[in-house]
């Protein structure tokens, strides 16, 4: 398990606890470095990648680029927490999440594939099972309000998700950007089955993270019209498929 | 000899008992042996093309 | 430990012991059936009949033990993340399955003589029963899920909670019996038993134990082998 | 948003939203609750309506289609999150996996189970159950279905990610009810045969807290396994 109590230094980083703010607030994040070297993990009894060093600081947005099966997920969820890293090592600031389990660090926020609505909630209960899975409460009203508003959600807020379309379960799913202070967004394919106007508010909301100094780490195949690194998975694609004793 | 077939009655009883019991314990022997067996020649059968392969 | 971590390892150590394996288990099965048909006297109650017993009991003990290897095996796998460990278990189950299958079947051909009926819920054959589940429920973990290693650490998990629970298991099913059939009918207890009942007993015990370590041998090199192949083909896949 | 997050906070919201959910449309709570008075009441039709019959069995009628209600309400306890992306969600808790499964079960067990024990009394009528046993049925019902739900959340755990994984998970959980079925339905007969039926209780609360040490951290690594 990471550190259950959470390394003094990293305490003092974040604001301390005040009622949510709206969501056009501005939370002011001085966020450690996440320093990925050497990198190395298996899926299925394969290496996916080897050897994979990056650095994401402070107010920097890197792509995850590559073709499927490249690891763009995998590695997503490595740094979330899902999975050990075969080899190398994963440092935030001064806590390790190499051996991490998933556990919260007070750090991330995490949008997979799939959307995570329970479909007899409605949104507002879904957003509240969020939050209170996070954090205990449910979000402030005022920002989740602002938040529904920025997605074009506030229609849907009291309706159960089942009726939503695909386009606005996904956009439910990024609601959760909105709801908590967190430093580190990670986002799997935050693109898909969005349309160019939703696009751009996304765009917006990730550009007002990296300003308050927050950092995002984003698989995508499609320009988001965010200027960040960029990193090829397939730069790292393992020379050793698999250790010699198997072979 | 017919009298230590016979088992004193309970014949039936026990050979059956002794021979399923062998035939249960050679059958899963001798599959054990075959599949080990097999499995390496399959192996072997890869493991060069993919030296010679690489 | 870590050393049988390799593959290569491991075979090279299971050649040193597979031949001695095999010299101990001839000579104490021919020993064992010897002292078991022919030399052991038949019981005054029981006549030639009681000779199942050396067949059942030992058969019940290695179904028992071979669970305890098994949850060994996946401790082992899960706590060090041991690959060849994790195979062990996969190896050991089918042993140990077909044990407990003879246990109860063995079981059942006694009792038809002894009491008129195949089947008798005496605590012992019924705990041999469930164990008998908890086998079958460990390999069919095995092969439920899709992706091996994964199938593999959950079915080390089951036997883990398994084997804590044999005990209490073990406990309640005697004390059910003892609820429902005050008298102990299966007089099976060591120690009283004479010499000449004892000794092809322990003889056939120790025919299984060996038996148990060639087999599982094999069955480790085809566990090894089997997850080389399928290394092997995803390499091809990639190509 | 320090160490002291209030995990307590969590738990109980982990806690209501299941509930809720067991108890909307397609929960499992009516479903189980449903099974239970249907299946019991077929006993008679097979074996009878004969009263004495049904006396000597009803208490061991009871307990088993009650393990059943609770192993079929099982099988989506986590399944569904798994589906629909809520268990990461869940995992990246600061609960922990271990709490989050503890509250899961609870859950299980207030809104699937509980219903249950509360109407056992009822089919204890229609199974001409003996007029002194029934504080014990429910008493041994209390103290006995949270194994089941404990010891069930590792089979749905084990069998997350396995298509139609119901059938598979009863194979695993089954053999492991036994004792709680044998001490539930023996603490009800003692009581009825006018014996002691304190030992039996007894060994059920045992039982049951065996299943309380086991069942969150097993199904906990079950669940990260499916995670990875």
Same mark, same amino acid.
């Given at each position: 398990m990471r550190a259950a109590s959470l390394s003094p230094s990293f305490a003092t980083l974040y604001p301390e606890i005040r009622p949510l703010m709206t969501a056009d607030h501005i939370p002011r994040y001085n966020a450690p470095a996440l320093v990925a070297d050497g990198l190395a993990t298996t899926r299925g009894g394969r290496r996916v990648f080897e050897g994979l060093s990056f650095t994401v600081s402070s107010g920097e947005l890197l792509y995850l680029r590559g073709p499927n099966g490249s690891g763009k997920s995998t590695l997503l969820r490595l740094i979330a927490g899902y999975g050990k890293a075969h080899a190398g090592s994963l440092m935030f600031g001064d806590s390790d999440w190499t051996e991490a389990s998933p556990a919260f660090d007070g750090a991330m926020i995490y949008a997979g594939?799939?959307?995570?609505?329970?479909? &007899?909630?409605?949104l507002r209960e879904n957003a509240a099972a969020y939050t209170g899975v996070m954090t205990g409460q449910a979000p402030d009203d005022a920002r989740l309000m602002a938040g529904a508003a920025l997605f074009g959600l506030t229609t849907l807020l009291d309706r159960p998700a089942r009726f939503f379309s695909s386009g606005q379960k996904h956009r439910a799913n990024l609601l959760r950007f909105t709801l908590l202070d967190r430093p580190l967004w990670l986002m799997d394919e935050?693109? &898909?089955?969005?349309?160019a106007a939703n696009r751009d508010v996304l765009a917006d909301l990730m550009k007002r993270h990296l300003k308050a100094g927050g950092m995002i780490i984003a698989a995508t195949h499609d320009p988001i019209g965010v200027e960040g690194r960029e990193l090829a998975l397939d730069d790292f694609s393992p020379k050793v498929v698999i250790d010699e004793d198997w072979l | 000899m017919t009298e230590f077939l016979h088992m004193g009655g309970y014949a039936t009883f026990v050979w059956t008992a002794y021979g399923l019991t062998a035939a249960a314990l050679i059958v899963l022997a001798l599959s054990s042996i075959r599949g080990a067996q097999k499995t390496r020649e399959r192996v072997e059968a890869l493991r060069p093309r993919r030296r010679k392969g690489e | 430990m870590h050393r049988f971590a390799n593959p290569a390892e491991f075979n090279r150590l299971a050649d040193a012991i597979l031949p001695w394996a095999k010299i101990i288990m001839a000579a104490a099965f021919a020993y064992g059936l010897y002292l078991a048909l022919f030399t052991s006297p038949p019981d005054y109650q029981q006549g030639e009949s009681v000779r199942i017993m050396y067949v059942h009991v030992p058969a019940a003990w290695m179904s028992m033990f071979t669970y305890m290897v098994v949850a060994a095996a996946s401790f082992t796998a899960l706590v060090w993340r041991h690959p060849v460990a994790l195979l062990a278990g996969k190896a050991a189950a089918p042993i140990g399955a077909t044990f407990t299958a003879l246990a109860l079947i063995t079981g059942m051909l006694w009792g038809k003589p002894m009491w008129g009926t195949y089947w008798v819920w005496d605590g012992r054959l019924t705990s041999v029963l469930v164990l008998f589940f908890l086998y079958l429920g460990y390999m069919a973990l095995w092969r439920g899920l899709d992706e091996e290693d994964k199938a593999g650490r959950a079915a080390s998990i089951l036997a883990l909670v398994g084997v804590v629970n044999i005990p209490i298991i073990k406990f309640s099913v005697d004390w059910w019996n003892t609820l429902h059939q005050p008298s102990s009918v299966m007089r099976m207890d060591g120690p009283t038993m004479p010499a000449e009942m004892l000794w092809p007993l322990l003889t056939v015990a120790l025919a299984f134990k060996a038996y148990f370590i060639v087999v599982f041998l094999y069955r480790m090199k085809l566990e090894i082998n089997l997850r080389k192949l399928t290394v092997l083909s995803s390499i091809e896949a990639r190509g | 948003m320090s160490g002291g997050v209030n995990t307590s906070a969590i738990f109980r919201a982990i806690f209501m939203r299941d509930v809720r959910l067991a108890w @909307?449309?397609?929960?499992?709570g009516t479903m189980a609750l449903s099974f239970f008075l249907i299946a019991v009441t077929l006993f008679p039709f097979g074996v009878g309506p004969e009263p004495q019959t049904l006396a000597r069995i009803a208490a061991g009628v009871i307990w088993v289609v009650a393990l059943l209600a609770c192993l079929l309400s099982l099988d989506r306890l986590y399944q569904a999150d798994y589906e629909d992306g809520s268990l990461d969600d869940l995992a990246l808790s600061p609960l922990g996996l271990t709490g989050v499964a503890a509250a899961k079960i609870l859950a299980h067990w207030v809104a699937t189970i509980l219903p249950l024990v509360a109407l056992s009394p009822i089919l204890g009528m229609l199974m001409n159950?003996?007029? =002194?046993?029934y504080g014990m049925l429910v008493l041994s019902l209390l103290v006995g279905t949270p194994a089941l739900s404990l010891i069930g959340s590792v089979g749905a755990a084990l069998t997350? @990610?396995?298509?139609? =994984?119901g059938v598979l998970m009863s194979l695993l959980v089954l053999p492991l009810y036994v004792p709680t079925l044998i001490f539930g339905v023996g603490a009800i007969d003692a009581a009825a045969g006018m014996t002691d039926p304190l030992p039996h209780l007894a060994f059920l609360g045992a039982v049951t807290l065996v299943a309380l040490v086991i069942g969150p951290i097993a199904s906990a690594a079950a669940l990260k396994l499916s995670l990875e």
């Open positions: 594939h799939e959307n995570a609505l329970k479909p &007899v909630l409605t935050p693109t &898909v089955g969005l349309d | - | - | @909307s449309q397609g929960g499992t159950l003996d007029a =002194g046993a997350v @990610s396995v298509r139609r =994984g």
